[in-house]
Nanobody, 125 residues
């Protein structure tokens, strides 16, 4: 079983930066990949970035490319999301999620078996 705990959210002005952390319990082998999703009020949940546990290969939504960076520590127990040049439209609840070891993909919400409780990010203009 994998448990995910997010931290690092908060309020920042446009142009500022925040770093989110996702602490994962359990064996790294039990996670095929880990991703950050976000959901703003009245909008669908969207994948922001993902990283493959074994290879560090990362993928990003077009809306955050060049501004956000996903990474993991050397033990692969913590996944980070460095967010720079934040915009008001980045305001959302951010969730960490993981795909199980034999999960199908790292792209689609149904493939993510494990979810954290979320951390709020608010960007003011």
């Amino acid at each position: 079983q994998v448990q995910l705990v997010e931290s690092g959210g908060g309020s920042v002005q446009a142009g500022g930066s925040l770093r989110l952390s996702c602490a994962a319990s359990g064996s790294t082998a039990s996670r095929k990949c880990t991703a950050w999703f976000r959901q703003a009020p009245g909008k669908e949940r969207e994948r922001v970035a993902s990283i493959v546990t074994s290879s560090d290969i990362a993928g990003y939504a077009d809306s955050v490319k060049g501004r956000f960076t996903i990474s993991q520590d050397s033990a692969k127990n913590t996944v980070f999301l460095q967010m720079n040049s934040l915009k008001p439209e980045d305001t959302a609840m951010y969730y960490c999620a993981a795909v199980a070891q034999y999960g199908r993909s790292c792209l689609y919400i149904p493939d993510f078996a494990y979810w954290g409780q979320g951390t709020q990010v608010t960007v003011s203009s």
